[in-house]
C-alpha cells in the first residue's frame, strides 16, 4: 500500500474527520503529486505580508507537448520576471477540480496588484488559454494583513465597522 493511502486509512484520521465532518459543509479533499517544475522550496511560507497566487487549470486535448514547452519556456520565466516566483506545481492525482496548480509567491498585495496588470502577465495568461481550460486564480492572503491594508487605505478596516453602518453599506444582513 502505498504510503498515502496507508494515512487515508489511519484510524486517528479518520476519527479526526468524522468530528471534523460534523462541524463544516462543502468539504472536499484533494490528493496533489509534484508536477516537476517546482523552482523553489515548495513548502516556503510567505512572510507576514507575504501573498501567495496559485492558479488552477486543465490541459487541452492534445496540447500537452505544446503546454510542457509553453511552461518551460514562457510560464516560468515570465512569473519571475514579474515578481512573482513559482514555488511549485502540482497535478491532481485523486479528488475533483483543475487537474494542475500552480503556486508562486509575491512580497505583498501591491506587488500582486503590479505583476497583475503587466502587459507581459496579460499576454502570458493569453498564451495560456491556447493550451488550457478550466483556468482559475485564487490571490490569498493572511488576513489581518489584509484588514491592515484596507486600513492603510481607506482610514479604517472592516472590523472597525459597527454592524449598523455595515447594513447602510451592503443592506440588510439577514441572520
Sequence with gaps: MILWEKALH??????????????????????????????????????????KYVQL????????EAYDRFVREGYLPQMEAIGMEVIAGWHL??????RLLSEALAPDLSSVSKALSDEHYLRLIMGMEELVTH???????????????????HGRA?????????NAMVGPIVE
Design 10 to 51: 489511519d484510524e486517528k484520521l479518520l476519527e479526526m474527520l468524522g468530528r471534523f465532518m460534523n462541524l463544516i459543509t462543502h468539504y472536499a479533499s484533494r490528493v496533489l503529486e509534484p508536477t516537476g517544475w517546482v523552482t523553489s522550496y515548495h513548502e516556503q511560507v510567505p512572510s507576514p505580508e507575504g501573498v
Design 158 to 166: 472592516i472590523r472597525a465597522v459597527a454592524p449598523d453602518e455595515m
Design 135 to 153: 483556468y482559475e486564480s485564487r490571490v490569498l492572503v493572511q488576513h489581518r494583513c489584509f484588514l491592515d491594508m484596507l486600513h492603510n487605505r
Design 57 to 64: 487549470w486543465d490541459i487541452l486535448p492534445g496540447q500537452q
Design 93 to 98: 492525482m485523486v479528488g475533483s477540480g483543475p
